[in-house]
């Protein structure tokens, strides 16, 4: 997560153009984005920025890599 919210394509974050995907793909409703905890202040800076309005939570991930996946369907 680190390297896709640090690096721009175009003058966009990498991290912009994968939700981006999510954003506009029909079939998808809300997305929970899981993060390093002190990266949910830009991460949220980042989803008001380019209106991503299907993203419903930023939260942090959990203590391993193991972790975040279920963390996000916490919510």
């Given amino acids: 997560m680190l390297f896709e919210t640090v690096f721009e394509l ?4 990498l991290i912009v153009y994968t939700l981006e995907k999510f954003q506009n793909h029909q079939d998808i409703d809300a997305i929970v984005v899981v993060c390093l905890k002190s990266w949910i202040g830009k991460l949220e ?3 008001n920025t ?3 309005n299907k993203v419903r939570a930023v939260t942090p991930g959990g203590e391993t890599r193991k972790n975040p ?6 919510g």
């Fill in 10 to 13: 175009h003058g966009k974050p």
């Fill in 69 to 74: 996946p279920f963390r996000g369907f916490l």
């Fill in 50 to 52: 380019y209106d991503l």
């Fill in 45 to 47: 800076k980042l989803v």
